[in-house]
């Protein structure tokens, strides 16, 4: 049957749709914070830029006097579209990712599909569509929805093509991963890692498909879409990166041990390292402050390292398992807004706002239930999946270990950077539910057996 020919997947679509419909409504016009709701503290480096590429043509950096680098281009290209279309930078940024967190129920009904049949399709697109995470950063001006659903097709064509090696798929899968590194730098790395894969898998016969071809289809059209932003940081602020949030990231990520060290909060400790940064800092070039920021953080670095090792499981598991309730329990107006300190840190493995009522409370057990069933659900179907598709599963496997790791690697480790992998466990959590109810159904006993 053809995926528009199933009417399950249609009931779950209509209903997720109605429920965004009813949520955004609410939020949108009845919400009593207005705009401020969708507003995250990483909103303005965001809006910023896009606003001054609609006013001068180029974008800045909201924290320096630069041309923008922290960020890349793809989310206020994004941002620059919507207002374009609609006039406004809120709102409807708020809408069109609540239609792509729609759409993003397609390519994982898709890939399930692929993977083990109509059934793990549909149980897979209900453990996507009820997916709190989701619905919250629909609402949020961030870059996780769209980089999800641009993660999300990258995955159904490079599935694809391990199934049946068309040159079609693996070059789109090829672009779909660059859009959307400019989209979240954080993929940045996952091209080298994809990359050996490929190569593997080609050259083991795993995939039938020359290994040159494979590598030409899939890196030089990575290489040529980011190598372009390479050049333009080279010829406008002589830096040649691709951004210097990883400079920026290595020397702010010791804040949560300066905090420990001088029992300060999270916040404090954050102003000390921006405080201890050189007079004038902001105007340096930047080549020169992403080399201060290197030069500073390595004595951090080996001053904390043992404190981050013996932290590291909780930030993992708060990736791994966080409810972003905060955020969730602030839109539906049921706390208080998340404070600077909750946005930014969640430094408490529980939230400390979900006491205050009982739909709060309510909200947060639902919100940590279907978690906690994905994940098992979506760890178990990655075993099962090993048993008939090894290059698919081992893939999907590494893919989800790569984000997950690279989320969980400082205090702020929470729930949202789950998101480029939370899809993947939902497929996978279709594949264990089939298996488990293939598994009860064989062992009823058949009402025309023999008494």
């Known amino acids: 049957m053809k995926w528009y020919k199933d009417q399950i997947f249609w009931y779950i679509f209509s209903a997720l749709a109605a429920v965004k419909l009813a949520a955004f409504i609410y939020i949108c016009f009845f919400h009593p914070a207005g705009e401020r709701v969708l507003a995250l503290p990483d909103s303005i480096s965001y809006v910023y830029p896009a606003q001054t590429f609609l006013q001068e043509g180029n974008m800045w950096e909201a924290v320096s006097v630069s041309p923008m680098l922290m960020r890349t281009p793809g989310y206020p290209l994004f941002l620059v579209l919507v207002q374009l279309l609609t006039g406004n930078m809120t709102w409807a940024v708020a809408l069109w990712q609540n239609i792509l967190s729609l759409f993003l129920l397609l390519p994982v009904y898709l890939t399930a599909h692929r993977l083990n049949g109509q059934s793990a399709a549909r149980w897979s697109t209900l453990f996507c569509a009820v997916s709190v995470l989701y619905f919250s950063l629909s609402f949020s001006v961030l870059t996780e929805t769209l980089c999800t659903f641009l993660l999300a097709w990258f995955i159904f064509f490079i599935v694809r093509f391990f ?89 702010i990520w010791n804040e949560d041990y300066l905090a420990r060290k001088y029992s300060l909060k999270i916040s404090q400790a954050h102003e000390m390292m921006l405080a201890m940064l050189p007079p004038n800092f902001s105007a340096l070039p930047p080549a020169q402050q992403v080399k201060i920021y290197k030069i500073m953080a390595v004595p951090f670095i080996r001053e904390s390292f043992l404190y981050k090792l013996s932290r590291t499981p909780l930030w993992a598991g708060k990736t791994l398992l966080g409810t972003n309730f905060a955020h969730t329990a602030g839109l539906l107006n049921l706390t208080p807004l998340q404070t600077e300190e909750e946005a930014l840190n969640h430094t408490g493995t529980l939230p400390a706002a979900r006491n205050q009522s009982a739909a709060a409370q309510l909200l947060f057990w639902i919100s940590a239930a279907l978690v906690l069933s994905t994940v098992l659900a979506g760890t178990a179907g990655l075993w099962i999946l090993w048993k008939s598709k090894r290059a698919e599963a081992f893939f999907l496997t590494v893919y989800c270990l790569y984000f997950w790791g690279i989320g969980s690697v400082f205090s702020g480790a929470y729930a949202r950077f789950r998101a480029p992998f939370e899809f993947v466990l939902c497929i996978t959590a279709g594949v264990a539910v089939c298996a488990a109810a293939k598994a009860v159904k064989g062992r009823q006993p058949s009402c025309l057996s023999k008494k």
């Not at 050996?196 to 016969?205: G, N, P, R």
């Open 163 to 251: 199934q049946n090696p068309r040159t079609f798929d693996l070059l789109t899968s090829a672009l779909l991963l660059a859009c959307a590194v400019y989209v979240r730098p954080a993929v940045y790395y996952f091209i080298p890692v994809s990359s050996v894969i490929l190569i593997c898998f080609c050259a083991a016969k795993l995939i039938r498909f020359p290994v040159l071809k494979a590598m030409g289809l899939f890196l030089l059209p990575i290489i040529f879409c980011i190598g372009t932003w390479h050049i333009r940081n080279t010829l406008t602020t002589g830096f040649g990166g691709f951004t210097s949030v990883g400079a920026y990231n290595l020397y």
